[in-house]
């Protein structure tokens, strides 16, 4: 969630959204993702939008997974944001609005799956939340990107993903247990 009239923030936290989605390595933008970069100022206008597409300046191969949408009422704007849980105020001192810079990942039901913070988030994040989204759609070109997934968990302290020690001690286990049993049996 951006503004397109804003003259700070919102620009670099989508160029740093390009960056990680050219760095990404899991999941494709267009075939098994898109973004929506949706404004939450109902002051925006086409121009406006026209004029942020403009700046972003993505690069082609983006263009089709990568959406810049507004809406049309105030009401409607609070209704989403709200269902997301984002929270954003206008400063009347400062002439902007302040709001945090976060990537909320959906899943393909729409329901949130994770909150990424803009500028702390690598390209690894960023490709294991996307696959812990779409986690309950495996399909046999993605097992290998679930399976990659299984061994990160989210660690809220840390605001990011790191190695998920439990599933790979046990996997590991498991592995040792079916060897042994397999040697003991021939």
């Not at 039901?109 to 495996?138: P, Q």
């Not at 809220?156 to 599933?167: D, I, T």
Request: hydrophobic letters at 40%.
């Amino acid at each position: 969630l951006s503004y397109f009239q804003c003259d700070g923030t919102c620009s670099v936290i989508n160029d740093e959204l390009k960056k990680l989605v050219k760095k990404g390595e899991l999941m494709r933008l267009g075939s098994d993702y898109e973004i929506v970069t949706a404004s939450f100022n109902k002051e925006d206008t086409a121009d406006t939008l026209t004029a942020f597409a403009q700046t972003l300046d993505l690069p082609k191969d983006m263009k089709e997974g990568w959406h810049l949408a507004r809406f049309e009422t105030a009401e409607s704007i609070q209704t989403f944001t709200e269902s997301l849980g984002f929270k954003f105020f206008w400063s009347p001192r400062d002439r902007v609005f302040l709001h945090p810079g976060v990537f909320v990942v959906l899943t393909p039901e729409g329901r949130v799956s994770r909150f990424l913070y803009a500028l702390t988030s690598n390209a690894s994040d960023f490709d294991l939340a996307l696959v812990e989204a779409g986690s309950n759609k495996i399909s046999p070109a993605r097992a290998l990107s679930y399976a990659v997934g299984l061994c990160y968990s989210y660690n809220y302290k840390e605001g990011r993903y790191s190695l998920n020690y439990p599933v790979i001690i046990g996997a590991g286990s498991l592995v040792i247990g079916l060897t042994s049993l397999a040697v003991a049996t021939f």
